[in-house]
């Protein structure tokens, strides 16, 4: 796969609604270069070092101070992003192209993270509170609507980490990591396309 990481920021003040908008004019543009077969985006991939660790709790628990929270890894993706990489679905759903600003606050969850910290709880329909990836820095409640397979943060990984994929239409951020994957042979063959693409 082809992956380079994109800006958001414009000539103006950056918005939510601005960065969501670009990601989705771009993300236009690079699915008609010849070659691509899909695209997806992510915060962060596998094995780059970049590991955005959040505070969170569990809604209905006693709060705790924001120094004792709990951290998970927290992944702003694009639904393409964890099939893609064929990373499996284990439970409900994984996110969706309706996941966008005003509707449900919605999340993916992987299996350490049920392991570590819903032992024993209904995963499905849980509600978290995690620090989203926004200014000034706040908690938004979040529903788990899906568990998913393990993945690891580097190859000499001590022990799994545990995440929360939430979707880039409701928390786009500044930047962003592109990955394109191409119908058939090198991906590297696409970055021309994908660059004039981009602008």
Request: charged share 15%; proline share 14%.
């Given at each position: 796969?082809?992956?380079?990481?994109?800006?958001?920021?414009?000539?103006?003040?950056?918005?939510?609604?601005?960065?969501?908008?670009?990601y989705e004019a771009y993300q236009r543009e690079v699915v008609q270069v010849p070659g691509v077969r899909?695209?997806?985006?992510?915060?962060a991939l596998p094995f780059d070092g970049l590991w955005y660790g959040q505070g969170f709790q569990i809604d209905g628990?006693?709060?705790?101070?924001?120094?004792?929270?709990?951290?998970?890894g927290y992944q702003i993706v694009s639904p393409s992003y964890l099939p893609m990489l064929g990373v499996a679905l284990l439970e409900g759903?994984?996110?969706?192209?309706?996941?966008?600003?005003?509707?449900?606050d919605v999340c993916l969850v992987d299996e350490e993270f049920v392991r570590r910290f819903l032992h024993g709880r209904t995963v499905l329909g849980t509600r978290i509170s995690i620090n989203a990836m926004v200014l000034p820095p706040r908690a938004i409640s979040r529903e788990i609507v899906g568990v998913v397979g393990q993945v690891k943060e580097r190859p000499d990984e001590p022990e799994p980490?545990?995440?929360?994929?939430?979707?880039?239409?409701?928390?786009?951020?500044?930047?962003?990591?592109?990955?394109?994957?191409?119908?058939?042979?090198?991906?590297e063959a696409l970055a021309t396309g994908v660059r004039a693409a981009l602008g």
């Open positions: 796969m082809l992956t380079m990481v994109v800006g958001a920021g414009g000539p103006g003040p950056s918005t939510p609604e601005s960065m969501r908008r670009t899909s695209v997806a985006w992510a915060s628990e006693p709060p705790r101070p924001q120094a004792d929270r709990d951290l998970a759903r994984g996110l969706s192209d309706t996941d966008v600003a005003g509707s449900p980490q545990p995440h929360v994929y939430v979707p880039i239409a409701q928390n786009p951020w500044w930047t962003a990591t592109l990955i394109v994957q191409p119908i058939e042979g090198r991906a």
